[in-house]
């Protein structure tokens, strides 16, 4: 079992800045994929992000590229995403999510069990 809490959404301008973190507890962090999905309202939850266990590997969608970046400190337990330039259409719930089954593929939402609660993230333009 892994439980997880994300924390650092807030409302921010366009072309600003925020930090999200995630907390995770219950298994070794280290030896799992970690991701970052969102979900706007009246849309389906979309892959943002992951990252391999060790942090060598990183994964991003192509409306994040090059503006987020994912990583993770191993020795706090702790899953961070830096999101730049910010849009009004970063607009949404993100939540974190932990240890995807590979075979399915870590950019499908299905394919991890364990979930975050959520923060929200609105970006006004």
């Known amino acids: 079992q892994v439980q997880l809490v994300e924390s650092g959404g807030g409302l921010v301008q366009a072309g600003g800045s925020l930090r999200l973190s995630c907390v995770a507890s219950g298994r070794t962090f280290s030896s799992y994929t970690m991701g970052w999905f969102r979900q706007a309202p009246g849309k389906e939850r979309e892959f943002v992000a992951a990252?391999?266990?060790?942090?060598?590997?990183?994964y991003y969608a192509d409306s994040v590229k090059g503006r987020f970046t994912i990583s993770r400190d191993n020795a706090k337990n702790t899953l961070y995403l830096q999101m730049n330039s910010l849009k009004p259409e970063d607009t949404a719930v993100y939540y974190c999510a932990a240890d995807p089954r590979l075979n399915i593929g870590i950019r499908i939402r299905g394919a991890y069990d364990y979930w975050g609660q959520g923060t929200q993230v609105t970006v006004s333009s």
């Open positions: 990252i391999s266990g060790s942090g060598g590997s990183t």
